[in-house]
């Protein structure tokens, strides 16, 4: 092969492999230009499932949830699966802690429903569960305050599942930890952003930070939130998602506030 020849080839080359690159953190977020509110499932649809299972991810696609809220730890063998506490005390038939454990070890045990009933689920890994969230057309919200996202393979690692499961179109990652999550978004400039803020105390500065990355959506509690703060942060052009929205008088409340997402353990849509 000629040196000319040997030129082109790499060229073609170039441009057969530059757009799976430049796609790999592509991200259209889409569904923060939704005109309604929607309701999210924290720890998935806990009215008819356990917290943090596979069958509440199905659950919240019968029940008409649009986003599902979740956590995810790291095992022994460094396997990503849901759990919300450090052990597996409270939610499963076995104990002891998730990051002490492999993952065939923990799929051993079932869990428990919230009324402690024992249930045929077993811990999930992230990588079913955001399959079931893309067969079922259902948003995922990750907890960051389960693992460090200031480190870079461990993020990765979450990432890369996310976007093998073509999920990072709609998936935001609330990373409330700074140092975190500015490492996070210099990795994943594309990726959907959140932290959990408190407008009554610094509505300004909360919108100041969320307007630095491309896709963003301010997250609150809803006894942080009034009339006034909602109303600079949509003037500010950022959607917001409400959380610990448990009653009908809270999500009445909470609606009037224009956000895109609500946030329950309880209520159904």
Not at 48 to 62: F, R
Not at 63 to 82: C, P, S
Not at 149 to 173: E, R, S
Not at 189 to 202: D, E, H, L, V, Y
Request: net charge positive; proline share 3%.
């Amino acid at each position: 092969m000629t040196y000319f020849k040997r030129i082109l080839a790499i060229c073609l080359s170039m441009s057969l492999v530059s757009p799976m690159v430049a796609s790999a953190d592509t991200n259209t977020a889409s569904w923060l230009k939704w005109k309604n509110t929607k309701l999210s499932a924290h720890r998935g649809a806990q009215v008819v499932a356990p917290e943090n299972s596979l069958a509440g991810v199905q659950g919240a696609k019968e029940l008409g949830y649009a986003f599902i809220e979740i956590d995810v730890r790291k095992t022994a063998d460094n396997q990503y699966v849901l759990m919300h506490d450090k052990t597996i005390d409270r939610t499963t038939t076995g104990y002891g802690s998730v990051a002490s454990q492999k993952l065939k070890q923990l799929r051993v045990y079932h869990l428990v429903d919230k009324n402690n009933r024992l249930t045929t689920e077993k811990i999930p890994t992230l990588k079913d569960v955001l399959a079931s969230a893309k067969k079922y057309n259902v948003g995922v919200n990750i907890d960051g305050s389960k693992g460090d996202f200031g480190d870079q393979k461990y993020a990765k690692g979450i990432v890369t599942l996310v976007k093998k499961a073509n999920m990072y179109n709609k998936t935001f990652f609330v990373i409330s930890d700074s140092k975190a999550r500015a490492k996070f978004n210099k990795n994943y400039p594309n990726a959907t952003i959140s932290f959990i803020g408190n407008p009554k105390k610094s509505v300004a500065s909360d919108i100041k930070k969320l307007k630095k990355y491309k896709h963003a959506i301010y997250t609150t509690h809803i006894n942080n939130l009034d009339a006034a703060t909602a109303k600079k942060i949509r003037a500010s052009g950022l959607r917001i998602h409400i959380y610990g929205v448990n009653t009908k008088s809270a999500y009445k409340r909470a609606k009037s506030y224009k956000p895109l997402l609500v946030e329950t353990d309880k209520l159904k849509p």
